[in-house]
Protein backbone atom coordinates (compact mmCIF):
# COMPACT_ATOMS: atom_id res chain seq x y z
CA UNK A 1 0.00 0.00 0.00
CA UNK A 2 1.34 3.01 -0.92
CA UNK A 3 2.13 5.71 1.99
CA UNK A 4 3.90 8.20 3.14
CA UNK A 5 4.69 11.83 2.17
CA UNK A 6 3.94 13.01 -0.99
CA UNK A 7 7.00 13.50 -3.62
CA UNK A 8 6.15 16.67 -5.68
CA UNK A 9 8.27 16.54 -8.80
CA UNK A 10 9.30 19.78 -11.75
CA UNK A 11 9.09 18.78 -15.31
CA UNK A 12 10.32 21.83 -17.80
CA UNK A 13 11.31 22.56 -21.04
CA UNK A 14 13.90 20.11 -22.75
CA UNK A 15 16.06 19.92 -25.81
CA UNK A 16 15.31 17.23 -28.14
CA UNK A 17 15.06 13.70 -26.86
CA UNK A 18 17.35 11.44 -27.75
CA UNK A 19 18.30 7.61 -26.80
CA UNK A 20 17.12 3.94 -26.40
CA UNK A 21 15.29 2.29 -23.52
CA UNK A 22 13.29 -0.50 -22.16
CA UNK A 23 10.49 -0.06 -20.48
CA UNK A 24 8.86 -2.46 -17.49
CA UNK A 25 7.59 -5.45 -18.37
CA UNK A 26 3.75 -5.33 -19.68
CA UNK A 27 1.75 -5.04 -16.62
CA UNK A 28 -1.45 -7.12 -17.88
CA UNK A 29 0.34 -9.66 -18.98
CA UNK A 30 2.27 -9.89 -15.32
CA UNK A 31 -0.41 -10.46 -13.22
CA UNK A 32 -1.97 -12.90 -15.06
CA UNK A 33 1.17 -14.98 -15.56
CA UNK A 34 1.71 -14.91 -11.82
CA UNK A 35 -1.75 -16.38 -11.55
CA UNK A 36 -1.45 -18.73 -13.67
CA UNK A 37 1.87 -19.83 -12.25
CA UNK A 38 0.52 -20.61 -9.30
CA UNK A 39 -2.32 -22.64 -10.25
CA UNK A 40 0.10 -25.17 -12.53
CA UNK A 41 1.81 -28.16 -11.14
CA UNK A 42 5.77 -27.56 -11.21
CA UNK A 43 8.01 -24.31 -11.43
CA UNK A 44 7.67 -21.90 -13.35
CA UNK A 45 10.02 -18.79 -14.68
CA UNK A 46 9.26 -15.01 -15.93
CA UNK A 47 11.36 -13.03 -16.96
CA UNK A 48 11.17 -9.28 -17.81
CA UNK A 49 7.72 -9.40 -14.82
CA UNK A 50 7.00 -5.74 -13.94
CA UNK A 51 8.51 -4.02 -11.37
CA UNK A 52 5.54 -2.20 -10.25
CA UNK A 53 4.05 -1.94 -6.97
CA UNK A 54 0.72 -3.31 -8.17
CA UNK A 55 2.42 -6.62 -9.97
CA UNK A 56 3.92 -7.18 -5.89
CA UNK A 57 0.83 -7.22 -4.34
CA UNK A 58 -0.11 -9.69 -6.83
CA UNK A 59 2.57 -12.49 -5.64
CA UNK A 60 2.12 -11.10 -1.95
CA UNK A 61 -1.42 -11.90 -2.13
CA UNK A 62 -0.53 -15.30 -4.03
CA UNK A 63 2.21 -16.45 -1.62
CA UNK A 64 -0.05 -15.48 1.52
CA UNK A 65 -2.16 -18.50 -0.07
CA UNK A 66 0.38 -21.02 -0.39
CA UNK A 67 2.40 -20.33 -3.94
CA UNK A 68 6.23 -19.89 -3.87
CA UNK A 69 6.90 -17.35 -5.32
CA UNK A 70 10.55 -15.87 -5.04
CA UNK A 71 13.37 -13.70 -7.44
CA UNK A 72 16.39 -15.54 -8.36
CA UNK A 73 18.71 -14.36 -10.51
CA UNK A 74 17.27 -11.46 -12.53
CA UNK A 75 13.59 -13.64 -13.27
CA UNK A 76 11.05 -15.10 -11.21
CA UNK A 77 10.52 -18.08 -10.10
CA UNK A 78 6.23 -19.79 -8.84
CA UNK A 79 6.12 -22.83 -7.66
CA UNK A 80 2.35 -23.61 -8.60
CA UNK A 81 -0.14 -25.21 -6.02
CA UNK A 82 -1.96 -26.51 -8.89
CA UNK A 83 -6.24 -26.34 -9.93
CA UNK A 84 -7.75 -25.76 -6.69
CA UNK A 85 -5.36 -25.53 -4.27
CA UNK A 86 -5.30 -22.29 -3.20
CA UNK A 87 -4.67 -22.11 0.97
CA UNK A 88 -6.35 -20.24 3.68
CA UNK A 89 -4.47 -16.82 3.76
CA UNK A 90 -4.37 -15.99 7.35
CA UNK A 91 -4.82 -12.22 6.88
CA UNK A 92 -6.83 -9.61 4.63
CA UNK A 93 -5.11 -9.71 1.47
CA UNK A 94 -3.36 -5.82 1.00
CA UNK A 95 -3.91 -5.06 -2.93
CA UNK A 96 -2.03 -1.78 -2.45
CA UNK A 97 -3.40 0.48 -5.49
CA UNK A 98 -3.96 -2.62 -7.73
CA UNK A 99 -7.46 -2.50 -8.96
CA UNK A 100 -6.34 -5.28 -11.57
CA UNK A 101 -5.21 -7.57 -8.98
CA UNK A 102 -8.22 -7.69 -6.82
CA UNK A 103 -10.92 -8.26 -9.58
CA UNK A 104 -8.60 -10.84 -11.54
CA UNK A 105 -7.97 -12.63 -7.74
CA UNK A 106 -11.34 -12.19 -6.94
CA UNK A 107 -12.03 -14.52 -10.13
CA UNK A 108 -9.26 -16.69 -8.99
CA UNK A 109 -10.80 -17.55 -5.59
CA UNK A 110 -14.07 -17.95 -6.08
CA UNK A 111 -14.23 -21.21 -7.34
CA UNK A 112 -11.74 -22.31 -3.99
CA UNK A 113 -13.25 -23.57 -0.32
CA UNK A 114 -11.63 -19.99 0.54
CA UNK A 115 -12.80 -16.90 2.58
CA UNK A 116 -10.94 -13.79 1.63
CA UNK A 117 -10.36 -10.40 2.66
CA UNK A 118 -9.78 -7.64 0.11
CA UNK A 119 -8.35 -4.16 1.41
CA UNK A 120 -6.46 -1.24 -0.43
CA UNK A 121 -5.20 2.33 -0.49
CA UNK A 122 -7.46 5.19 -0.33
CA UNK A 123 -7.45 5.44 -4.05
CA UNK A 124 -8.76 1.40 -4.77
CA UNK A 125 -10.93 1.82 -2.03
CA UNK A 126 -12.83 4.57 -3.83
CA UNK A 127 -13.26 2.10 -7.06
CA UNK A 128 -16.42 -0.05 -7.80
CA UNK A 129 -16.06 -3.42 -7.79
CA UNK A 130 -19.72 -4.41 -8.88
CA UNK A 131 -19.05 -5.44 -12.42
CA UNK A 132 -16.89 -8.45 -11.47
CA UNK A 133 -19.13 -8.91 -7.60
CA UNK A 134 -22.33 -9.67 -9.79
CA UNK A 135 -20.95 -12.63 -11.74
CA UNK A 136 -18.76 -14.61 -9.76
CA UNK A 137 -22.15 -14.40 -7.18
CA UNK A 138 -23.76 -16.48 -10.14
CA UNK A 139 -20.91 -18.52 -10.10
CA UNK A 140 -22.18 -19.17 -6.58
CA UNK A 141 -19.08 -17.20 -4.37
CA UNK A 142 -20.40 -15.76 -1.87
CA UNK A 143 -19.50 -11.76 -1.66
CA UNK A 144 -19.84 -9.17 1.40
CA UNK A 145 -18.85 -5.59 -0.01
CA UNK A 146 -18.67 -1.73 1.28
CA UNK A 147 -21.18 0.39 0.38
CA UNK A 148 -21.56 0.91 -3.83
CA UNK A 149 -19.51 -2.25 -4.09
CA UNK A 150 -15.92 -1.17 -3.10
CA UNK A 151 -13.44 -2.34 -0.80
CA UNK A 152 -13.02 -3.76 2.04
CA UNK A 153 -14.33 -7.03 0.07
CA UNK A 154 -14.89 -10.04 1.88
CA UNK A 155 -14.88 -13.36 -0.79
CA UNK A 156 -16.50 -16.82 0.19
CA UNK A 157 -15.15 -18.97 -2.46
CA UNK A 158 -17.89 -22.01 -3.97
CA UNK A 159 -16.47 -25.80 -3.65
CA UNK A 160 -17.68 -27.35 -6.21
CA UNK A 161 -18.60 -24.55 -8.78
CA UNK A 162 -20.13 -25.37 -11.88
CA UNK A 163 -19.15 -23.91 -15.31
CA UNK A 164 -21.94 -21.14 -16.73
CA UNK A 165 -22.15 -18.73 -19.92
CA UNK A 166 -21.92 -15.48 -19.15
CA UNK A 167 -22.59 -12.55 -21.32
CA UNK A 168 -20.82 -9.27 -20.60
CA UNK A 169 -22.13 -5.98 -20.65
CA UNK A 170 -19.57 -3.76 -20.18
CA UNK A 171 -16.40 -3.92 -22.03
CA UNK A 172 -14.28 -5.62 -19.67
CA UNK A 173 -10.94 -7.39 -19.89
CA UNK A 174 -10.87 -7.67 -16.62
CA UNK A 175 -13.91 -8.80 -15.85
CA UNK A 176 -13.36 -11.64 -19.00
CA UNK A 177 -10.30 -12.78 -16.81
CA UNK A 178 -12.22 -13.07 -13.45
CA UNK A 179 -14.43 -15.39 -14.74
CA UNK A 180 -11.64 -17.60 -17.02
CA UNK A 181 -9.88 -17.29 -13.88
CA UNK A 182 -13.07 -18.40 -11.75
CA UNK A 183 -13.76 -21.36 -14.68
CA UNK A 184 -10.28 -22.99 -14.07
CA UNK A 185 -11.56 -24.43 -11.20
CA UNK A 186 -15.03 -25.12 -12.09
CA UNK A 187 -16.55 -28.38 -13.34
CA UNK A 188 -17.78 -28.17 -17.05
CA UNK A 189 -17.37 -25.57 -19.55
CA UNK A 190 -17.22 -21.46 -18.17
CA UNK A 191 -18.29 -19.90 -21.65
CA UNK A 192 -17.74 -16.13 -21.87
CA UNK A 193 -19.53 -14.31 -24.79
CA UNK A 194 -17.64 -10.71 -25.17
CA UNK A 195 -20.00 -8.32 -27.76
CA UNK A 196 -16.96 -6.15 -27.45
CA UNK A 197 -13.37 -7.23 -27.89
CA UNK A 198 -11.27 -6.30 -25.44
CA UNK A 199 -7.26 -7.61 -24.60
CA UNK A 200 -6.88 -11.21 -25.21
CA UNK A 201 -3.84 -11.47 -22.56
CA UNK A 202 -5.53 -14.23 -20.72
CA UNK A 203 -6.80 -16.30 -23.37
CA UNK A 204 -3.17 -16.44 -24.84
CA UNK A 205 -1.46 -17.59 -21.53
CA UNK A 206 -4.19 -20.07 -20.75
CA UNK A 207 -3.33 -21.58 -23.67
CA UNK A 208 0.21 -21.44 -23.24
CA UNK A 209 -0.48 -22.91 -19.90
CA UNK A 210 -2.02 -25.56 -21.28
CA UNK A 211 -5.88 -25.18 -20.42
CA UNK A 212 -8.33 -26.19 -22.37
CA UNK A 213 -9.63 -23.26 -24.62
CA UNK A 214 -11.54 -22.26 -27.75
CA UNK A 215 -12.30 -19.12 -29.05
CA UNK A 216 -14.81 -17.89 -31.88
CA UNK A 217 -16.04 -15.19 -33.34
CA UNK A 218 -19.98 -15.66 -34.08
CA UNK A 219 -21.69 -14.46 -37.08
CA UNK A 220 -22.49 -10.97 -35.28
CA UNK A 221 -18.81 -10.67 -34.34
CA UNK A 222 -19.58 -11.66 -31.29
CA UNK A 223 -16.16 -13.42 -29.66
CA UNK A 224 -17.29 -17.05 -27.89
CA UNK A 225 -14.61 -17.69 -25.32
CA UNK A 226 -14.48 -21.66 -24.08
CA UNK A 227 -12.67 -22.90 -21.22
CA UNK A 228 -13.25 -26.79 -19.76
CA UNK A 229 -12.38 -26.38 -15.96
CA UNK A 230 -10.38 -28.58 -13.81
CA UNK A 231 -7.73 -29.31 -16.43
CA UNK A 232 -4.23 -29.77 -14.79
CA UNK A 233 -1.47 -26.39 -16.18
CA UNK A 234 1.81 -26.91 -17.48
CA UNK A 235 4.87 -24.58 -15.63
CA UNK A 236 5.82 -22.61 -18.53
CA UNK A 237 9.17 -20.08 -19.43
CA UNK A 238 7.70 -17.00 -20.09
CA UNK A 239 9.35 -13.53 -21.29
CA UNK A 240 7.19 -10.53 -20.61
CA UNK A 241 6.91 -8.18 -23.28
CA UNK A 242 7.30 -4.45 -22.66
CA UNK A 243 4.22 -2.58 -21.55
CA UNK A 244 3.05 -0.81 -24.92
CA UNK A 245 1.15 1.41 -22.05
CA UNK A 246 4.30 2.67 -20.27
CA UNK A 247 6.02 2.80 -23.38
CA UNK A 248 3.50 5.29 -24.86
CA UNK A 249 4.78 8.05 -21.91
CA UNK A 250 7.87 7.78 -24.29
CA UNK A 251 6.66 7.91 -27.37
CA UNK A 252 4.75 11.21 -26.84
CA UNK A 253 6.78 13.14 -25.23
CA UNK A 254 9.28 12.43 -27.89
CA UNK A 255 6.68 13.74 -30.61
CA UNK A 256 5.55 16.42 -28.96
CA UNK A 257 9.33 17.65 -28.31
CA UNK A 258 11.13 19.08 -31.62
CA UNK A 259 14.03 17.32 -32.52
CA UNK A 260 13.55 13.95 -30.40
CA UNK A 261 14.34 10.30 -31.76
CA UNK A 262 14.14 7.63 -29.24
CA UNK A 263 13.95 3.99 -29.53
CA UNK A 264 12.01 2.03 -27.41
CA UNK A 265 12.72 -2.32 -27.33
CA UNK A 266 10.60 -5.46 -27.21
CA UNK A 267 7.18 -3.51 -26.65
CA UNK A 268 3.99 -5.26 -26.88
CA UNK A 269 2.49 -4.66 -29.67
CA UNK A 270 -0.60 -7.20 -29.28
CA UNK A 271 -3.60 -5.70 -31.68
CA UNK A 272 -6.03 -5.12 -28.78
CA UNK A 273 -3.76 -2.65 -26.72
CA UNK A 274 -2.50 -0.83 -30.06
CA UNK A 275 -5.03 1.92 -30.21
CA UNK A 276 -2.95 4.56 -29.10
CA UNK A 277 -0.49 3.83 -31.73
CA UNK A 278 -3.13 3.55 -34.39
CA UNK A 279 -4.35 7.16 -33.45
CA UNK A 280 -0.99 8.70 -33.43
CA UNK A 281 -0.41 7.48 -36.85
CA UNK A 282 -3.45 9.36 -37.98
CA UNK A 283 -2.73 12.25 -36.57
CA UNK A 284 1.09 12.08 -38.63
CA UNK A 285 2.92 10.49 -35.93
CA UNK A 286 6.42 9.54 -37.21
CA UNK A 287 6.24 5.91 -35.67
CA UNK A 288 8.54 2.99 -37.36
CA UNK A 289 7.84 -0.75 -35.83
CA UNK A 290 11.05 -2.88 -36.24
CA UNK A 291 12.30 -6.36 -35.97
CA UNK A 292 8.76 -7.64 -35.40
CA UNK A 293 8.47 -11.17 -33.70
CA UNK A 294 6.81 -13.23 -30.95
CA UNK A 295 7.51 -13.47 -27.39
CA UNK A 296 5.28 -16.01 -25.19
CA UNK A 297 2.54 -15.97 -27.36
CA UNK A 298 2.58 -12.60 -27.38
CA UNK A 299 3.63 -9.86 -30.67
CA UNK A 300 6.67 -7.26 -29.76
CA UNK A 301 8.54 -5.27 -31.80
CA UNK A 302 11.32 -2.61 -31.47
CA UNK A 303 9.65 1.48 -31.44
CA UNK A 304 11.22 3.77 -33.22
CA UNK A 305 9.51 7.81 -32.69
CA UNK A 306 10.85 11.13 -34.46
CA UNK A 307 9.21 14.43 -33.78
CA UNK A 308 6.52 14.94 -35.87
CA UNK A 309 4.04 17.60 -35.96
CA UNK A 310 0.31 15.98 -35.07
CA UNK A 311 -3.17 17.10 -36.61
CA UNK A 312 -6.13 16.73 -34.50
CA UNK A 313 -8.37 13.34 -34.96
CA UNK A 314 -11.54 12.13 -33.90
CA UNK A 315 -11.10 9.07 -31.82
CA UNK A 316 -13.76 6.04 -33.26
CA UNK A 317 -15.98 4.26 -30.30
CA UNK A 318 -14.02 0.93 -32.06
CA UNK A 319 -10.40 2.50 -30.59
CA UNK A 320 -11.65 2.68 -27.01
CA UNK A 321 -11.48 -0.73 -25.99
CA UNK A 322 -7.52 -0.55 -27.81
CA UNK A 323 -6.33 2.36 -25.79
CA UNK A 324 -8.43 2.81 -22.70
CA UNK A 325 -5.38 3.07 -20.34
CA UNK A 326 -3.75 5.20 -23.06
CA UNK A 327 -6.22 8.07 -23.30
CA UNK A 328 -4.54 10.64 -20.55
CA UNK A 329 -1.43 10.48 -22.79
CA UNK A 330 -3.24 10.78 -25.55
CA UNK A 331 -4.80 13.73 -23.96
CA UNK A 332 -1.69 15.19 -23.95
CA UNK A 333 -0.94 14.39 -27.70
CA UNK A 334 -4.22 16.56 -28.63
CA UNK A 335 -3.34 19.08 -26.10
CA UNK A 336 -0.15 19.68 -28.76
CA UNK A 337 -1.67 19.08 -32.25
CA UNK A 338 -3.24 21.15 -34.70
CA UNK A 339 -7.07 21.88 -34.66
CA UNK A 340 -9.48 19.66 -32.22
CA UNK A 341 -9.34 16.41 -30.93
CA UNK A 342 -12.79 14.65 -29.63
CA UNK A 343 -13.13 11.78 -27.94
CA UNK A 344 -16.53 10.45 -26.63
CA UNK A 345 -17.38 6.82 -25.23
CA UNK A 346 -14.84 6.91 -22.09
CA UNK A 347 -17.28 6.71 -19.11
CA UNK A 348 -15.15 3.72 -17.64
CA UNK A 349 -12.24 6.56 -17.14
CA UNK A 350 -14.72 7.83 -14.30
CA UNK A 351 -13.78 4.74 -12.51
CA UNK A 352 -10.13 4.20 -12.96
CA UNK A 353 -7.75 5.49 -10.22
CA UNK A 354 -9.38 8.56 -10.62
CA UNK A 355 -11.88 10.32 -12.55
CA UNK A 356 -9.52 10.45 -15.59
CA UNK A 357 -11.72 12.88 -17.61
CA UNK A 358 -12.07 15.08 -14.81
CA UNK A 359 -8.45 15.31 -13.69
CA UNK A 360 -7.08 15.43 -17.40
CA UNK A 361 -9.35 18.26 -18.04
CA UNK A 362 -8.41 20.45 -14.29
CA UNK A 363 -4.70 19.74 -15.67
CA UNK A 364 -4.98 21.05 -19.21
CA UNK A 365 -7.09 24.39 -18.19
CA UNK A 366 -4.43 24.77 -15.37
CA UNK A 367 -1.26 24.81 -18.08
CA UNK A 368 -2.97 26.78 -20.56
CA UNK A 369 -5.04 24.01 -22.93
CA UNK A 370 -8.26 24.26 -24.02
CA UNK A 371 -10.69 21.81 -22.94
CA UNK A 372 -14.35 20.91 -23.30
CA UNK A 373 -15.68 17.81 -20.87
CA UNK A 374 -19.17 15.92 -21.35
CA UNK A 375 -20.04 12.96 -19.42
CA UNK A 376 -18.08 10.33 -21.35
CA UNK A 377 -15.30 12.51 -22.91
CA UNK A 378 -13.15 15.61 -23.74
CA UNK A 379 -12.95 17.74 -26.52
CA UNK A 380 -9.41 19.18 -26.69
CA UNK A 381 -8.07 22.33 -28.57
CA UNK A 382 -4.61 22.01 -29.65
CA UNK A 383 -1.65 24.16 -29.79
CA UNK A 384 -0.83 23.85 -33.31
CA UNK A 385 2.63 22.42 -31.75
CA UNK A 386 3.60 25.52 -29.60
CA UNK A 387 4.48 25.19 -26.16
CA UNK A 388 1.77 25.54 -23.33
CA UNK A 389 2.28 28.15 -20.85
CA UNK A 390 2.65 25.69 -17.80
CA UNK A 391 3.56 27.04 -14.42
CA UNK A 392 0.56 24.97 -12.26
CA UNK A 393 1.01 22.41 -10.06
CA UNK A 394 -1.02 19.50 -11.04
CA UNK A 395 -2.87 17.33 -8.88
CA UNK A 396 -2.26 13.73 -9.52
CA UNK A 397 -5.49 12.15 -7.58
CA UNK A 398 -2.65 9.48 -6.42
CA UNK A 399 -3.06 8.31 -10.24
CA UNK A 400 -0.06 7.12 -11.93
CA UNK A 401 -1.22 7.89 -15.47
CA UNK A 402 -2.23 10.85 -14.51
CA UNK A 403 1.58 11.44 -12.97
CA UNK A 404 3.23 10.73 -15.78
CA UNK A 405 1.18 12.38 -18.73
CA UNK A 406 1.42 15.96 -17.10
CA UNK A 407 5.71 15.30 -16.55
CA UNK A 408 5.40 14.31 -20.53
CA UNK A 409 3.56 17.69 -20.80
CA UNK A 410 5.77 19.38 -19.02
CA UNK A 411 9.06 19.33 -21.07
CA UNK A 412 7.07 21.20 -23.89
CA UNK A 413 5.82 24.31 -21.86
CA UNK A 414 6.98 27.48 -21.48
CA UNK A 415 7.49 27.70 -17.69
CA UNK A 416 8.29 24.39 -15.79
CA UNK A 417 5.11 22.66 -14.08
CA UNK A 418 5.03 20.57 -10.70
CA UNK A 419 3.36 17.13 -10.61
CA UNK A 420 2.11 17.25 -6.72
CA UNK A 421 2.95 13.84 -5.92
CA UNK A 422 5.26 11.49 -7.93
CA UNK A 423 4.43 8.66 -5.97
CA UNK A 424 1.78 6.75 -7.74
CA UNK A 425 4.24 6.00 -10.47
CA UNK A 426 5.80 3.23 -8.41
CA UNK A 427 2.73 1.32 -9.64
CA UNK A 428 3.77 0.55 -12.89
CA UNK A 429 6.70 2.63 -13.88
CA UNK A 430 9.60 2.58 -10.97
CA UNK A 431 11.94 4.52 -13.13
CA UNK A 432 9.93 6.49 -14.95
CA UNK A 433 11.41 10.35 -14.16
CA UNK A 434 14.72 9.31 -14.46
CA UNK A 435 14.40 7.59 -17.76
CA UNK A 436 12.65 10.87 -19.11
CA UNK A 437 15.59 13.06 -17.82
CA UNK A 438 17.94 10.25 -19.17
CA UNK A 439 16.59 10.94 -22.70
CA UNK A 440 16.56 14.69 -22.28
CA UNK A 441 20.04 14.83 -21.33
CA UNK A 442 20.62 12.74 -24.53
Known amino acids: MMGGEPQPMQFGPAGPLKGQAAV???????????MLSAMAVGRSRIEGLSPGSDVHSTAAALRAMGARVDRR?????????????????????????????????????????????????????????????????????????????????????????????????????QVKSALLLAGLNA???????????????????????????????????????????????????????????????????????????????????????????????????????ENAREMSAEPVADIV???????????????????????????????????ESRAHGLAELRVKESDRITAMARGLRAIGGRVEESDDGLVIGGSGGDPLPGGAVIASDLDHRIAMSFAVAGLHCRQPLTVDDMTPVQTSFPGFAAALRGFAAG
Open 24 to 34: PGDKSISHRVL
Open 73 to 173: DGAWEVDGLGTGGLLQPRRALDMGNSGTSTRLLMGLIASHPVTATFVGDESLCRRPMDRVIAPLARLGADIVAGPGGRLPITLRGMAGAVGRDFRLTVASA
Open 187 to 289: SGITRVIEPVPTRDHSERMLKAFGARIDVAIGEDGERLISLAGETALEPVHVKVPADPSSAAFLIVAALIVPGSEVRIERVGVNPMRTGLFEMLSAMGADLSF
Open 305 to 339: VRHAPLQGVDVPPRIVPAMIDEFPIFFIAAAFARG
